[in-house]
């Protein structure tokens, strides 16, 4: 009998095959398809309850009942679904907290192509249930009968659930208190990822779509709100203070776009119009707790902005006609719930004038609800391209919102991780939204290079290439890359042999990113161009692997063409360095005369920084110093300044290059190219410290910030723009760093204000500017002042917080410059083992003295005084151990510093036990740094010799004989260098 079921079985497969070809377009012609490599970014917990594709559902029938009361609610689903295989047994995603009822219906539904006078359905029989458990999310069905291929059945379920309260997931429920200390419930739905099996039995997987019927049971007092308009509201006889609310039928979704609130929030409508597009005039409300609502008057007019851009750049709706927005109250979830017509915000996320969340988010209502990732493994997609375009959108509607924040501030850090030996070593948790952030730039990288218009088309056939109802409204990985390719193939943009999927694979899976090479030849008036790896930091052993290589888009900026408007030039490549070529070199014509410099990758259009031959350097920078500067546009100038000093922090550019690109710094006032001038500030400062170049160098940096932070002046000014407040407070830093003497000055005058308070340890009334300063540049009684705070630091005190507490150590330890203040500290914690100093204290103590000379070396010496006594200290505790190790040998720099490292590991060889590959790796890196000191150092100080003034003093000094009842007058004696 069961061979002729099986035989049946395979010959229905063969015979309706092509009647289910667009059902099984719907999940199976996705399934071949594989992402770009980002699915690391997210880590899913619904893998392991992925259900077998047996049925796919067409519609849901929900009812949901909540008693705020009891923390409960019952429901009720109906689910229509399709066998897609032969089976005796239904299985749906159901999270083990729903109580489900054992009588569970089944009943098969006529065929689609059956007459209405045809056979009654039947209802089939259920043999067992098995319920969802901890480790498996499924709610078996099994059935007396066997169901054949193109079967059509509902199956209702009935059950109870609890309301959520201690997180935002699922059905929660959450209250808010009114000005009159009243209490207001509200319930409302948070099912993304996978969190709609807490709400009901359903496939979570976002590639069943369905349409959905909601009805919701509520009180007459509050109001009730879902993806789409309110249908009808029934009355309850026996219940006169309740209704029922139900919903129209929704298009097809995935559940986890469900969204349900009951509340008493009230709404506020737009002043502006929303544009109609596709015959449909979106319906946009903004709702809130009443007395709210004022805080976000002015977000309705925000959101039809945004949503009007939007329409016109995707050149379609959402598919809805309405579009709820709502500031929940106590909303803890990670990110908003963008569900299809009903968006939940936090309301200080939704309050914020700023453009790009807001836009974010907005973007999900097409990239992530109107079309669905297949899978959860493509949901990364959205999130970079939804990224890019809220950047784009906000550049477009509010550019001051963007100025020097994007590409910079995300491409800088890019340069500095995949610039290391190895990325991502010291957090590897950041990889994810690394790669994210590489996508995201590839984007941008096409928007240029495709041109705008070409970009914005494939975006459009992404979006709308699923309005064919024949064809499911998901997306995998590649289409995205696929329609820019369709939409590039009708122009001449990219060359024969190139697509963009091709290109960007490399980009995004790469753990690198590549370094151009532009070497003109002005005799023959030809451009060399080379690629390799780009390593700010020494490349790790040899692997035998291929170098990597990229297809890298050149677009070259003449000096010729900065007459014209400074962002107007011709962003198509002038040619394409391509893995594919078999030659390292690509010689190209020149596009400027030998009189005349290039910029190659001007505004950061690819994600590579560019060395230039010294001749073309020079040009560049002479003419950065003269007045047309600012012809070159801001983000191209900020690029230039940041090449020059990161390629000669790799070796690749001699250091007097790079100097002579900061001249121009004392002319400039634009926040975005000083932005990352005080990264490589630190930086260098901390490659060259305890040198008598480090003075020379902390003197010239003095020469450049003091005409900015005197323009921007010390104190803040009402309603000054971000940019202003964000520079004044990092150029007063560095200034205070490199013993600015006003800096200094200002900080004790500040810090005097602590020492005379008659109770000091009940708070502080020191900023934390001026903390450092004082540790730093102030006297020994001073930082024995702060000491005193941390030993006496009260616990469990509800004025004081622990992380005052941990500044003022962190401060402590990594501010002195002398050697004193560092010993007086290592003696109390771990000779004195004073009680006060937990292993976690001095742990970050040991972290801390590793930023500067005196820091470490202190340390090292203290280590080598004390060898047994530390060792007995920390002979159970191989973190600590471990950590002083660490931090007393590998941050040395020259050959004194290796020759002091290799003494003590001869001297106690064996003696190490956990740390010996610590003080091993120590001695390979100071091997390196010493010949990166020997390479830069007699340069460096040739060209600071060379352009430092002669009456700039090298670094402030201050009488540690002082006391602190001479402060007061020495503060308002101290004169001006």
């Given at each position: 009998m069961w061979k002729k079921v099986i035989l049946f079985g395979l010959f229905i497969v063969y015979s309706i095959n092509q009647s289910n070809k667009c059902n099984a377009a719907k999940i199976g012609s996705y399934k071949v398809k594989r992402s770009i490599d980002l699915n690391d970014i997210y880590h899913y917990s619904g893998h392991q309850n992925k259900l077998p594709e047996k049925v796919i559902p067409s519609s849901y029938h929900l009812k949901i009942e909540p008693s705020v009361d009891k923390g409960t609610f019952k429901g009720q689903v109906k689910i229509n679904l399709t066998c897609m295989d032969i089976l005796d047994r239904i299985t749906v995603n159901a999270h083990p907290d729903l109580q489900i009822s054992s009588d569970v219906k089944i009943r098969e539904l006529p065929s689609e192509k059956t007459d209405e006078d045809g056979p009654v359905p039947m209802e089939l029989n259920v043999a067992k249930i098995e319920l969802p458990t901890s480790t498996k999310y499924?709610?078996?069905?099994?059935?007396?009968?066997?169901?054949?291929?193109?079967?059509?059945?509902?199956?209702?379920?009935?059950?109870?659930?609890?309301?959520?309260t201690n997180k935002t997931s699922g059905l929660f429920m959450n209250e808010y208190v009114d000005s009159d200390g009243n209490r207001h419930q509200f319930i409302a739905t948070y099912l993304r990822m996978n969190h709609a099996q807490e709400m009901f039995p359903c496939l979570v997987d976002p590639q069943y779509k369905a349409k959905f019927k909601l009805s919701v049971k509520h009180s007459r007092t509050v109001k009730s709100t879902s993806n789409t308009p309110l249908e009808t509201m029934t009355s309850i006889s026996e219940e006169p203070d309740m209704v029922w609310s139900h919903f129209t039928e929704t298009p097809e979704m995935s559940t986890y776009q469900l969204a349900l609130v009951v509340s008493d929030f009230d709404h506020i409508v737009p002043n502006l119009q929303i544009d109609e597009i596709d015959g449909t005039k979106l319906d946009i409300k903004i709702w809130a707790r009443s007395e709210y609502l004022e805080t976000l008057k002015n977000v309705p007019d925000k959101i039809v902005r945004i949503m009007n851009y939007l329409q016109k750049y995707f050149n379609c709706s959402i598919g809805l006609t309405k579009l709820d927005i709502m500031a929940i109250p106590m909303f803890n979830a990670v990110?908003?719930?963008?569900?299809?017509?009903?968006?939940?915000?936090?309301?200080?996320?939704?309050?914020?004038?700023?453009?790009?969340?807001?836009?974010?988010?907005?973007?999900?209502?097409?990239?992530?609800?109107?079309?669905?990732?297949?899978?959860?493994?493509?949901?990364?997609?959205?999130?970079?391209?939804?990224s890019f375009l809220a950047s784009l959108t906000t550049v477009d509607i509010n550019p001051d919102e963007m100025e020097g924040k994007w590409p910079m501030t995300i491409l800088y850090s890019l340069y500095y991780e995949f610039g290391k030996t190895?990325?991502?070593?010291?957090?590897?948790?950041?990889?994810?939204?690394?790669?994210?952030?590489?996508?995201?730039?590839?984007?941008?990288?096409?928007?240029?290079?495709?041109?705008?218009?070409?970009?914005?088309?494939?975006?459009?056939?992404?979006?709308?290439?699923?309005?064919?109802?024949?064809?499911?409204?998901?997306?995998?990985?590649?289409?995205?890359?696929?329609?820019?390719?369709?939409?590039?193939?009708?122009?001449?943009?990219?060359?024969?042999?190139?697509?963009?999927?091709g290109i960007s694979t490399t980009w995004i899976s790469y753990d690198r990113l590549p370094l151009v090479t532009v070497i003109r030849d002005y005799e023959s008036g030809e451009i060399i161009l080379s690629q390799k790896?780009?390593?700010?930091?020494?490349?790790?052993?040899?692997?035998?692997?291929?170098?990597?290589?990229?297809?890298?888009?050149?677009?070259?900026?003449?000096?010729?063409?900065?007459?014209?408007?400074?962002?107007?030039?011709?962003?198509?490549?002038?040619?394409?360095?391509?893995?594919g070529n078999e030659q390292k070199n690509v010689t190209v014509k020149?596009?400027?005369?030998?009189?005349?410099?290039?910029?190659?990758?001007?505004?950061?259009?690819?994600?590579?920084?560019?060395?230039?031959?010294?001749?073309?350097?020079?040009?560049?920078?002479?003419?950065?110093?003269?007045?047309?500067?600012?012809?070159?546009?801001?983000?191209?100038?900020?690029?230039?300044?940041?090449?020059?000093?990161?390629?000669?922090?790799?070796g690749e550019l001699c250091f007097a290059i790079a100097l002579n690109m900061t001249l121009f710094l004392k002319e400039e006032r634009s926040h975005v190219v000083w932005e990352p001038v005080f990264t490589m500030i630190d930086h260098i400062g901390k490659r060259i410290e305890g040198s008598d170049v480090y003075y020379k160098f902390e003197a010239y940096i003095r020469s450049l910030l003091k005409p900015l932070y005197e323009e921007l002046g010390d104190k803040p000014q009402p309603n000054e723009p971000s940019w202003k407040v964000h520079i004044r407070g990092l150029a007063k830093n560095f200034l205070c760093?490199?013993?600015?003497?006003?800096?200094?000055?200002?900080?004790?005058?500040?810090?005097?204000?602590?020492?005379?308070?008659?109770?000091?340890?009940?708070?502080?009334?020191?900023?934390?500017?001026?903390?450092?300063?004082?540790?730093?540049?102030?006297?020994?009684?001073?930082?024995?002042?702060?000491?005193?705070?941390?030993?006496?630091?009260?616990?469990?005190?509800?004025?004081?917080?622990?992380?005052?507490?941990?500044?003022l150590l962190k401060t402590l330890a990594g501010c002195p410059k002398d050697s004193y203040k560092i010993q007086r500290l290592l003696n109390v914690t771990i000779l004195d083992q004073n009680d006060n100093f937990t292993d976690s204290d001095i742990h970050l103590i040991f972290n801390m003295l590793t930023g500067g000379v005196a820091g470490y070396t202190t340390l090292f010496n203290f280590l080598a005084e004390h060898w047994d006594t530390v060792q007995r200290r920390f002979e159970d505790k191989n973190h600590l151990w471990d950590g002083i190790i660490n931090s007393a040998t590998s941050s040395f720099k020259t050959q004194e510093g290796y020759n002091m490292v290799s003494e003590l590991y001869q001297n106690r060889n064996g003696q190490f036990d956990s740390a010996n590959n610590i003080i091993q790796e120590a001695l390979e890196n100071i091997k390196l740094e010493t010949k990166w000191r020997d390479d830069n150092f007699p340069v460096i100080e040739a060209w600071l010799d060379e352009n430092l003034a002669e009456n700039q003093s090298p670094y402030y000094n201050v009488d540690e004989n002082i006391s602190i009842t001479n402060i007061n007058t020495i503060i308002t004696t101290t004169t001006q260098p």
């Open positions: 499924w709610l078996i069905i099994h059935l007396e009968q066997i169901l054949k291929i193109g079967n059509r059945i509902e199956l209702q379920i009935d059950y109870v659930g609890n309301l959520t990110k908003a719930s963008d569900s299809w017509g009903l968006m939940f915000f936090k309301e200080s996320e939704l309050r914020s004038s700023l453009i790009w969340n807001t836009a974010y988010e907005l973007i999900y209502q097409w990239i992530g609800q109107y079309i669905t990732p297949y899978s959860w493994n493509d949901a990364p997609v959205s999130k970079t391209i939804n190895v990325p991502f070593s010291r957090v590897a948790g950041i990889r994810y939204e690394a790669i994210a952030a590489k996508a995201e730039l590839v984007f941008r990288m096409f928007n240029y290079t495709l041109g705008k218009d070409v970009f914005r088309e494939g975006v459009r056939n992404f979006i709308q290439q699923q309005r064919d109802e024949k064809v499911p409204r998901v997306f995998v990985g590649e289409d995205i890359y696929n329609r820019l390719n369709e939409a590039a193939s009708e122009t001449a943009n990219l060359p024969e042999g190139l697509n963009v999927f790896i780009y390593m700010r930091e020494p490349p790790p052993p040899s692997n035998n692997k291929v170098p990597a290589q990229w297809d890298i888009p050149i677009i070259i900026l003449p000096e010729t063409e900065l007459d014209h408007c400074v962002t107007s030039f011709d962003t198509k490549p002038y040619v394409w360095l391509t893995k020149d596009v400027a005369s030998k009189d005349h410099f290039i910029i190659v990758n001007p505004e950061e259009i690819g994600m590579f920084p560019v060395n230039y031959d010294p001749c073309n350097w020079k040009k560049i920078s002479q003419f950065l110093q003269g007045k047309q500067r600012e012809n070159i546009p801001v983000l191209t100038r900020a690029k230039l300044l940041h090449d020059s000093w990161n390629l000669a922090y790799a760093r490199a013993g600015y003497e006003p800096c200094v000055k200002e900080a004790r005058e500040q810090f005097n204000k602590w020492l005379m308070e008659p109770e000091p340890d009940k708070g502080n009334p020191v900023a934390n500017e001026y903390i450092c300063p004082v540790f730093k540049w102030g006297t020994n009684e001073e930082w024995e002042f702060g000491l005193q705070r941390v030993i006496n630091f009260p616990l469990n005190s509800p004025e004081r917080k622990q992380n005052e507490r941990t500044y």
